[in-house]
């Protein structure tokens, strides 16, 4: 009796596991991308701030929290230690010109804002009208 050959036994079981290590991977790939998408959305649950309503009333919206969302335009370094002044040009604004002062104080730079990056800002707006960072997320 002649013997037959187990390589095509083995070579389907292979080509089988090869499949499902593929579609594994594939899997983890788009349920990963799905949460790095989630993530991305920094602050989702606070209402973005916008401009017009900040240059109206001001004032009127201290003590609350928002979320600014743009590029920098303009940073500054204040003097005594109180941390940075930045402009951002918010994502949200169809107008090219509308920038918001953000007050960054010294605790809340954790990480290095750099001009024309974009960012995320949790931000408190003050008695004065002016939104200070409470977070900060890089894109």
Known sequence: MPR???????SRAQLSIYILVGIAAFTAVVVGK???NKQSE???????LSVAELKESGTSLSGNAY?????I???????????????VRPEAEGSATSLIPVHVPPGADRINLER??????????????LPVALDIQAH
């Open 4 to 10: 037959r050959s187990r390589t095509n036994a083995k």
């Open 34 to 36: 799905f949460f790095l």
């Open 42 to 48: 920094h602050f989702s649950s606070y209402n973005e």
């Open 67 to 71: 979320r600014v969302t743009g590029k």
């Open 73 to 87: 335009v303009e940073r500054m370094i204040l003097r005594g230690d109180r941390g940075l002044l930045v402009s």
């Open 116 to 129: 024309g990056q974009q960012y995320s800002f949790k931000v408190e707006v003050s008695r004065e009208g």
